[in-house]
């Protein structure tokens, strides 16, 4: 009798052991709504993991990768050298950095707003200020009002560096906290201009742009990023540290690179990474 309680229990006692996985993300802005979907989907298919995540921008997910307060970065521009040395460092190793999808960086106007494209430099004049007004651009006569993100946000930076030239921001610009705050904020404001990630432009206009003035204005849609034209295209990152990729960490990311993951990565509005890449 008592063999056989002790059996019981202790086959009890291995029924109970469940592994229960924690996951955290933080970072960019742009790619809440993408890692908030992956999150969701990927704990409806594997029971016991959860799945954390949270916004800031790119900046503070990079911080947080390099204090040791997320196992995840999501993040919408590449790490700065100066990062990379510092994590390098700290953790006497390299972060490893995974391309895990496409965005087409967009331009966004009112619905109303009568321009279909602008070039480089008519941003990089709108933007920084030298251009006031949209009857400059081929616009109708009313001063152009500005959105853009704070300085933490990786598509601040990249938007910085690769359309204004590392130029400053004008002054006069709205400093919001997110890029959905960006479209609210042009989706009532005729007069307004913004920029964001593809996924995000429900209830605006996204522009065409061109590299150089008098030159093709091109569409952000995918075959546009894929083929190389459209001129704001970007990669959209996952940084982890050696020490934390593997395992549940491993498997996740592993996950949003499959043909499931990437699914998502389409339904949000982003474009999947080509299979070369993954």
Same mark, same amino acid.
Request: hydrophobic share 40%; charged share 20%; proline share 3%.
């Given at each position: 009798?008592? /063999? ?31 890692? +908030? ?52 460092? +700290? ?21 109303? &707003? ?18 006031? &007004? ?8 009313? $001063? ?91 990669? /959209? ?8 990729? &593997? ?14 993951? +990437? ?10 990474? $080509?299979?070369?890449?993954?």
């Amino acid at each position: 009798m008592k /063999l056989t309680s002790l059996i019981l229990g202790v086959a009890l006692a291995t029924t109970v052991v469940v592994r229960a996985d924690e996951i955290t993300v933080k970072g960019s802005d742009t790619m809440v709504i993408l890692g +908030q979907k992956w999150a969701e989907t990927y704990m409806k298919k594997h029971a016991g993991t959860t799945v954390q995540v949270t916004g800031g921008g790119s900046g503070t997910g990079i911080a947080a990768l390099l204090n040791g307060t997320t196992d995840i970065c999501d993040a919408s521009r590449s790490m700065k050298s100066s990062e990379v040395a510092t994590f390098v460092k +700290q953790f006497k190793v390299r972060p490893h950095e995974y391309k895990m999808c496409l965005d087409a960086l967009s331009v966004y106007v009112h619905k109303s &707003n009568p321009i279909e494209k602008l070039s480089f430099a008519q941003l990089e004049g709108i933007f920084t200020g030298k251009i006031t &007004n949209w009857k400059e651009v081929g616009g109708s006569d009313a $001063p152009i009002s500005l959105y853009g993100r704070e300085n933490s946000s990786g598509t601040y930076e990249f938007f910085k560096e690769h359309v204004l030239n590392k130029k400053d921001f004008a002054a006069a610009t709205k400093t919001m906290p997110g890029t959905a705050a960006v479209i609210q904020g042009v989706a009532k404001d005729e007069a307004g201009i913004g920029y964001g990630g593809v996924a995000y432009g429900e209830g605006v206009k996204a522009l065409k742009i061109s590299k150089i003035d008098g030159g093709s204005a091109i569409e952000p849609k995918e075959e546009n990023v894929l083929n190389g034209t459209y001129p704001i295209s970007r990669y /959209l990152f996952n940084y982890v540290s050696p020490a934390k990729d &593997n395992g549940a960490v491993a498997e996740y990311i592993a996950w949003c690179l499959s043909d499931e993951g +990437q699914v998502v990565v389409k339904d949000v509005g982003y474009f999947p990474l $080509p299979k070369n890449l993954r």
